[in-house]
Each structure stands twice: as C-alpha cells, then as structure tokens.
C-alpha cells in the first residue's frame, strides 16, 4: 500500500534530520526550501510539518522558523490522562492503577541505583525539599509541586533525563485524576515522614530500607484506588 505524499514528506524530514545530524533546536530548511528539496507540494509539506510537531520531532516557532524539537512526553501524559478519565466509571482505576504500578516498579529500582552511586550521590537538594515539605506539613498542606519536586531532584544525580521525564509524566496524570480518587487516607505529616523514610534510607545506603519506604509510599494510592473499585 503506498504511503500518502504527507506522510512521505514526514519520513524524508526524519531523515534529513538524522542524515546531517541536527540536534534538538538546530533549525530547520524553510517550509520553501523543503518543498524545492523533496519534491512536495505546499499542503503536503505544511501537513507533514504540523503532524511531525504533534509528535514533538519539529518545533515551529511563527516568526522565527522551523527547528529540531526537543523530546518530550507531554503526547503521552494528555492521552494517558484523557483515557483514563473518559474510563474511570468503567475500569478506570484498574487503569491508573497499572500506572502507579509501572512508577513504584520503576522507583524501587531507582532507589538501589542511587545506593551505587554512593558519595557521588548529592543529597543536600533533597535535604532542602525536605526541610520545605516538613514545613508544610506543620501547617496542615503539602503542596503538589513540593511532592513532584521531592521526587525529581532525589533522582537527579542518576543524570538520565528520561527518568525525570518519565517520572513527571505518570506524576501529571496522576495529578489530573487526582479529584477522582477520593479523600487521602493518609495526613500531610504522615505523607512527610513517607519521603522522609526514603530520604534517610538512600542517605544510609541501606537497599532494604529504601525500596520498602518507596513501596510504604505508594500505599496510600493504592488504598485509594482500592476503594473505587
């Protein structure tokens, strides 16, 4: 079956991409000059352009041109989000329950990567993530952004990109559904002393201790989603 001339178009702009070895936002030949250089129409290439920038692999900024798009999940958050909420009075929470298993799996593991690094691992941006969630905590709130936070710098030092992403994506799902699932069971100190464990675990190098406070920390979601279904 032959490929629409569109989507020929997408597939030669990858390649043009790979062949002279652009980099995320390196520019891109002119909407013009990839028309003259494949061999498109206007409509075919402006139809290529506009799907390939759905999928994040193009970066069109109007008024300053075409550029390598940076990676990013933000496709796969909206449709995770999307489905899970159109299916949450079907088998919804069976959904996100998946997700949070993928993200407490991934987690556990991460834990004992981070144990290998050993002094190389700097824990001092966590300690203060800490320090900001504690306070919060005293005053009866634990806000979204510091539980996301606490999450992104303890990992940080593994240097992959792909787990903040990763990490980010099923926390904004989860994030979005988050109305959905009832009341927390657990209290903002108690949800504090659930990072804590894990904190003071990694800092002690103890495997044991840190992927059981990961797994304690993933508890009070699946009591939640427990009581949904």
């Known amino acids: 079956m032959r490929l629409s001339r569109a989507v020929e178009v997408q597939q030669a702009v990858k390649e043009l991409i790979v062949s002279r070895r652009l980099a995320a936002g ?11 250089e494949l061999g498109a129409s206007r409509n075919s290439v402006r139809e290529a352009l506009k799907a390939l920038q759905a999928v994040g692999i193009v970066d069109i900024r109007h008024g300053f041109g075409m550029f390598v798009g940076r990676m990013s999940l933000n496709g ?4 995770l989000a999307f489905h899970s909420r159109i299916r949450m009075h079907d088998d919804g929470p069976r959904q996100l329950g998946h997700l949070v298993e993928i993200r407490e799996v991934l987690e556990a593991g991460l834990v004992e990567r981070l144990i290998d ?11 203060e993530v800490m320090a900001r969630m504690s ?10 952004e510091t539980d996301r936070l606490f999450h992104d710098v303890l990992y940080r030092p593994l240097g992959n990109p792909l787990v903040g992403q990763l990490l980010g ?15 927390p069971d657990e209290s903002p100190a108690d949800l504090a002393r659930r990072h804590r464990d894990i904190y ?10 840190a ?7 993933f508890e009070g979601v699946r009591n939640r989603l427990a009581r949904l279904t």
């Open 26 to 36: 390196d520019p891109l030949p002119t909407e013009t000059e990839l028309m003259e």
């Open 76 to 79: 796969l958050v909206d449709e």
């Open 117 to 127: 690094l050993g002094d190389a691992a700097d824990l001092s941006p966590v300690a």
């Open 135 to 144: 306070a919060e905590a005293e005053v009866g709130v634990i806000s979204p």
């Open 169 to 183: 994506a099923f926390w904004e799902v989860y994030h979005q559904l988050r109305d959905h699932l009832g009341t």
């Open 200 to 209: 003071t675990a990694v800092a002690a190098r103890d495997r044991a201790a």
């Open 211 to 217: 992927v059981a406070a990961v797994h304690a920390h």
